[in-house]
């Protein structure tokens, strides 16, 4: 199925070609909007840790009731079963809420920069999670632009340890550390997310992980934040922050999906590297902190190897957009086939629901 024609008369090459232009600057604009979201996610982290609030969970808490409130009204109105066991969803959710916690947390020790820029080593460990797991298959070149990305890395940390710009952080290198452990799990969380959402779909799996991770978030609050929240002073300096981390990482968590199955990772992939130069412009501008001139350095091998291992020829690129089209219709199906399921629950009638590509199925398709 090829996405929708550039006009009526786009049947031919030109309206592929129209059509794949059109997803393109689609994916370009939802790319950069991801982008400055996670951004301020950053951004505001980074603020409460300047300010000494140290309660990670406790950020991220907002987002997942949000999740669960928002998500989970849909769910109920729908009146649909699950389609995925519970504790899926628990297994999913302790990832995603340590993944969180470990990340924010790293801003107590290193900068912000060091954060966006390290948080790509998230890429190689998806790619091996899929390779190894949902036998996924990758070129040379895939793997050659990955050892780039990884190149850019390491230079990050050395960077960190061994500049005299000590503006970075009172612990750079267990702060870089605890990054790239993040990172780790976020790319755990991604390919347990391409698991679910291949047999269920969006709602479902924003809900139960919203429920999920707020209540893993409340019971990890209670053993390990209890004193730091008491003796926070709640002002307009910590409270903003705090509710610009949750309403930046609610935005983010339902407009990734749809990106991915638009565009696919690999749009997702190259958008979300401007964010780390949004926080550089960050760093110089608001914080008027030198940043490092290895920084540039790391960002330019990191941007090379993510385009050496997505780069796609004329075909592929066609072969992307149809694929993005296909998805998106599939994607609109899934929603009208459970508007008909809810609306048809009067009458008796049944309407079994159509497995609707992942987001990280449609990734998977692409980078394969």
Not at 70 to 84: E, H
């Amino acid at each position: 199925m090829a996405p929708p024609p550039a006009d009526e008369g786009g049947a031919g090459t030109g309206g592929r070609c129209g059509g794949g232009a059109r997803w393109v600057l689609v994916g370009l604009a939802l790319g950069q909007f991801v982008s400055l979201l996670i951004t301020s996610t950053g951004f505001a982290s980074s603020e409460l840790a300047r300010r000494g609030v140290n309660a990670p969970t406790s950020q991220s808490l907002l987002n997942y009731i949000l999740l669960a409130l928002v998500y989970g009204s849909v769910l109920l109105y729908r009146r649909q079963p699950l389609t995925i066991k519970w504790y899926y969803y628990l297994i999913l959710g302790i990832i995603d809420v340590e993944a969180n916690y470990i990340v924010v947390k790293s801003y107590q020790y290193t900068s912000l920069t060091s954060v966006m820029l390290l948080d790509c080593w998230s890429i190689p460990c998806v790619i091996v999670l899929t390779w190894i797991f949902l036998k996924t298959k990758y070129g040379l070149r895939k793997f050659f632009g990955v050892g780039v990305c990884v190149a850019g890395l390491i230079l990050v940390v050395f960077s960190d340890v061994h500049a005299s710009d000590r503006a970075k952080g009172p612990n750079p290198l267990k702060g870089d550390l605890l990054v790239i452990l993040g990172s780790m799990l976020y790319a755990c969380s991604n390919v347990t997310e391409e698991y679910v959402i291949k047999k269920s779909n969006r709602v479902e799996l924003m809900a139960m992980l919203g429920l999920f991770g707020a209540i893993v978030g409340g019971i990890q609050i209670s053993i390990l934040e209890r004193k730091e929240l008491h003796s926070v002073t709640w002002n307009a300096g910590a409270v903003l922050p705090f509710l610009g981390f949750a309403v930046a990482m609610f935005l983010f968590y339902s407009t990734v999906p749809t990106v991915l199955k638009i565009c696919g990772a690999t749009m997702l992939n190259l958008s979300l590297l401007t964010s780390d130069m949004w926080a550089v412009l960050i760093r110089i501008f608001a914080y008027h902190e030198k940043v490092d001139w290895i920084y540039f350095v790391a960002f330019a091998c990191t941007a090379a190897g993510i385009i050496i291992y997505s780069y796609k020829d004329s075909k592929e690129a066609e072969e992307t957009a149809q694929v993005a089209g296909a998805s998106y219709e599939q994607g609109k199906e899934g929603d009208e086939e459970a508007g008909a399921h809810n609306s048809g629950e009067g009458s008796g009638s049944s309407v079994h629901s159509k497995e609707v590509p992942s987001a990280a199925g449609t990734s998977r398709r692409l980078l394969g």
